[in-house]
């Protein structure tokens, strides 16, 4: 199931409507750990941390500038582009997020390493409507925008994939892009 992307901008708009300041992440951990149980909990937290090394690594290996500070529009566009992705090519292993997850956001994926090679096709398509200069839709806010830098985050278990648009840069840098 796909959601149009007219649908996909109200869903953003309605995550930015919470009132995120307000949300403890120690509430957060503790209802994980209630719901999923321990077992999953301490899974979903090595998960995590998993992640967070294999950015890292990566980021060393591409010589990237690296930034642990993410703006909470970023963070709230990440989770948006994640629910899209589960609603779009998902792995089974996706909706449990005890392992580390890849979440391509223009191809609407997000699968574990094991998985990830089933979607090729999916992530290639995409690959083309961006070389073919078919997609000016920041993966990221859905705005329509005319430069792009490609980006990686690190949401929980999840490495999230897209091309920030300079508006989303900006915000990110605390100022203009």
Known sequence: MSLSLDRERRMLADLHAIDW?????????????????????????????????????????????MSESRSL??????????TRCLAGHRCQ????AD????????????????CLRRFDGAIAASDRRAMNGEDWV???CLAEAD???????????????????????????GGAA
Not at 73 to 82: D, Y
Not at 93 to 96: L, W
């Open 138 to 140: 920041c993966d990221f």
């Open 93 to 96: 292993h996706a909706a449990r």
């Open 21 to 65: 300041s307000a949300i403890d992440p120690d509430a957060l951990r503790r209802m994980l750990r209630e719901y999923a149980g321990p077992a999953l909990a301490d899974q979903v937290e090595a998960a995590d941390i998993e992640t967070g090394k294999l950015i890292r690594e990566l980021g060393v290996r591409m010589g990237w500038k």
């Open 73 to 82: 529009v970023t963070v709230v566009a990440c989770i948006a582009g994640v």
């Open 99 to 114: 392992r580390p997850l890849t979440a391509v956001l223009a191809a609407r994926v997000i699968a574990c390493d094991l």
């Open 147 to 173: 430069r792009f830098r490609p980006t990686v985050v690190h949401l929980g278990p999840c490495r999230v994939f897209g091309d920030m648009c300079s508006r989303c840069i900006g915000a990110d840098s």
